[in-house]
């Protein structure tokens, strides 16, 4: 049926154990190092235009996602071409990998045990395998530090007039700290929540990729472990 996630491969639903993977969200051991001075700040209009406008991108960091009294952390691999993304989560100590693969075709979700889920979006793949109510096409966004384009917002700023915060579609997101990448400046580290949902993101690497470059595919990348 159109608009629904078919099971490829793995039948059986996928079921995120709290006890199998470390539940810490606190990101302990993960602490960004101490960030290089960064000069005055963009204004803000400038600066979102500019971020929003980067048509590709990479980070890798470490995650921690709480939902309600369930949570799960751990790293974090994302690369975004455009609509195109692919999402890597690996939980501590190799304990269960997800791979979130997608782009205006559709959505695939693949596991480290070799199920394979397909949806028309992201957000409703997530929420019907795992219990996850993510928005990932504004996260695309908001990982940047900047709003998703098209929907209404609030900012707010620091003393030195970077943004330090802003809300939209019910959610709210901080952030602390900043790294220059080539010529922007990129959050260190973001917190989202809305009710009983609460996103934390340590990024450790973000790259500006170069054009032309395409988002890595999961058939030609190492196998899931």
């Known amino acids: 049926?159109?608009?629904?996630?078919?099971?490829?491969?793995?039948?059986?639903p996928i079921r995120v154990a709290c006890g199998a993977l470390a539940l810490v969200l606190g990101l302990a051991?993960?602490?960004v190092p101490r960030l290089p001075a960064l000069g005055p700040a963009?204004?803000?209009?400038?600066?979102?235009r500019a971020v929003q406008a980067i048509p590709g991108w990479s980070l890798a960091g470490r995650i921690g996602l709480r939902v309600e009294n369930r949570a799960w952390s751990g790293s974090?691999?994302?690369?975004?071409?455009?609509?195109?993304?692919r999402i890597r989560f690996v939980g501590p100590l190799g304990q269960g990998a997800l791979d979130?693969?997608?782009?205006?075709?559709?959505?695939?979700?693949?596991?480290s045990r070799g199920g394979?889920?397909?949806a028309a979006s992201a957000a409703v793949l997530l929420e019907r395998h795992l219990g996850w109510r993510l928005p990932v096409r504004a996260l695309a966004y908001w990982v940047r530090g900047v709003p998703e384009p098209g929907?209404?917002?609030?900012?707010?700023?620091?003393?030195?007039?970077?943004?330090?915060?802003?809300?939209?579609?019910?959610?709210?997101l901080a952030i602390a700290g900043y790294r220059r990448v080539d010529r922007?400046?990129?959050?260190?580290?973001?917190?989202?929540?809305?009710?009983?949902?609460?996103?934390?993101?340590?990024?450790?690497?973000?790259?500006?990729?170069?054009?032309?470059?395409?988002?890595?595919?999961?058939?030609?990348?190492?196998?899931?472990?």
């Open 1 to 12: 049926m159109r608009g629904r996630d078919r099971p490829v491969a793995g039948p059986r």
């Open 100 to 111: 979130l693969q997608g782009g205006p075709g559709g959505v695939e979700l693949r596991t």
């Open 76 to 85: 974090l691999r994302w690369t975004q071409r455009g609509a195109r993304y």
């Open 42 to 48: 963009p204004p803000a209009a400038a600066h979102i």
């Open 29 to 31: 051991g993960c602490a």
């Open 116 to 118: 394979r889920y397909r």
């Open 184 to 225: 922007f400046e990129l959050p260190a580290r973001i917190e989202a929540r809305r009710g009983t949902t609460r996103v934390r993101l340590a990024v450790g690497r973000w790259r500006v990729l170069p054009a032309g470059a395409g988002v890595p595919n999961a058939q030609r990348s190492q196998r899931l472990r």
């Open 151 to 172: 929907r209404a917002y609030r900012l707010r700023l620091g003393p030195d007039g970077r943004i330090r915060g802003l809300t939209q579609a019910g959610w709210t």
